[in-house]
């Protein structure tokens, strides 16, 4: 089954992704392998993507275990 492309609109700009923070500890961000989330190792909280914007409220993000927060901090 092939992947549809994404659609341009919703895709964000990597040069937006350097400037953005977590909201919490104000650390840097890592875009996740799907690229629908950005993590904050240092909160261990992802912050969902939803059509290219990325959602970086508390209340939007969800807690990630010890084992994903290895696999984003290499």
Do not use: W, Y
């Not at 953005?20 to 912050?47: G, I, Q």
């Amino acid at each position: 089954m092939t992947e549809a492309p994404a659609d341009p609109r919703h895709v964000v700009d990597p040069q937006t992704l350097e400037m953005l923070v977590c909201p919490l500890t104000k650390t840097r961000l890592t875009l996740s392998a799907d690229r629908t989330e950005l993590v904050s190792v240092a909160a261990r909280l992802a912050f969902p993507i939803v059509k290219g914007v990325p959602l970086l409220s508390l209340d939007e993000a969800r807690n990630v275990d010890l084992e994903e927060i290895q696999r984003h901090s290499r």
